[in-house]
């Protein structure tokens, strides 16, 4: 008899203990899961009652109401004008220095104003004496800071808080 490479005899042995793997499995292995001991579903599912809804109350809420705006119902009163411009106002009079750049050798002051209802922010460029959002102007720029004159005198705005 020839005897058999080294790659022979590693593929044979592989093979033997592959078959041996598979028997001991065969003889060993219990049944699957046994068909009587499995619980039954905890509860079957059910549809959610119908709930009731009062249809004059949502009438009167889609008649107050409009999806597109103000379209020519006349849902907005005087009121309802005056308190928006009210809150316009008093958005624009907050404002903060978010910012200094500078532009061709003159900085400027980025301005930023919160919006108003659905909105975004709005962001300004300012020079030395442009007027801010709240009615005081703008009288010198420094690296991290602006000095503002209004009718309470001049005040510095800084971008950072003091150390």
């Known amino acids: 008899m020839m005897g058999l490479s080294l790659r022979a005899r590693l593929l044979l042995g592989a093979s033997g203990m592959l078959l041996a793997g598979l028997a001991v499995g065969w ?64 958005a624009n009079a907050e ?25 975004p922010p709005h962001v300004q460029y300012n020079r030395i004496g442009d007027a801010l959002p709240d009615g005081s102007h703008i009288v010198q720029i420094e690296k991290t800071a602006i000095t503002v004159a209004g009718d309470s005198g001049q005040r510095q705005v800084r971008m950072f808080l003091p150390k």
């Open 95 to 119: 404002w903060r220095l978010s910012g200094i750049v500078s532009e061709h050798g003159k900085s400027l002051a980025v301005i930023m104003t919160p919006g108003v209802g659905k909105a």
């Open 27 to 90: 003889l060993t292995a219990e049944d699957g899961p046994d068909a009587m001991l499995k619980a039954p579903p905890a509860e079957t599912w059910q549809e959610p009652a119908q709930q009731s809804a009062d249809a004059e109350k949502l009438l009167a809420g889609l008649k107050d109401r409009s999806l597109w705006g103000d379209a020519g119902g006349g849902g907005s009163t005087a009121a309802d004008e005056a308190a928006k411009a009210a809150a316009a106002a008093a």
